[in-house]
């Protein structure tokens, strides 16, 4: 499952996301989206589970939470539509 994580702080980096998540089930991969030009947070980012079951408890434990400062928030990410 990829998840969308909303509203990071700019401190928030892809190590401390993967490391947040980790805390439920394992994590494949956490990326903070950065802002092409200027190199600095956009203040979202995705974390991807390979087990569904892990990937819907870490969801549910991690809405709201604070993380660095800021309650994030939390959705299944949606598929992407070519351009």
Same mark, same amino acid.
């Given at each position: 499952?990829?998840?969308?994580?909303?509203? /990071?702080?700019?401190?928030?980096?892809? $190590?401390?996301?993967? #490391?947040?998540?980790?805390?439920?089930?394992?994590?494949?991969?956490?990326?903070?989206?950065?802002?092409?030009?200027?190199? @600095? &947070?956009?203040?979202?980012?995705?974390?991807?589970?390979?087990?569904?079951? #892990?990937?819907?408890? $870490? /969801?549910?434990?991690?809405?709201?939470?604070? /993380?660095?400062?800021?309650?994030?928030?939390?959705?299944? &990410?949606?598929?992407? #539509? @070519?351009?």
């Amino acid at each position: 499952m990829n998840i969308f994580v909303g509203n /990071l702080s700019w401190g928030v980096d892809d $190590a401390a996301l993967q #490391e947040a998540f980790e805390a439920h089930g394992v994590v494949e991969r956490a990326k903070v989206i950065q802002d092409r030009e200027t190199g @600095r &947070s956009r203040g979202f980012g995705f974390v991807e589970m390979p087990n569904q079951a #892990e990937a819907e408890a $870490a /969801l549910e434990a991690m809405e709201g939470k604070d /993380l660095m400062g800021r309650s994030i928030r939390c959705n299944e &990410s949606e598929a992407r #539509e @070519r351009r």
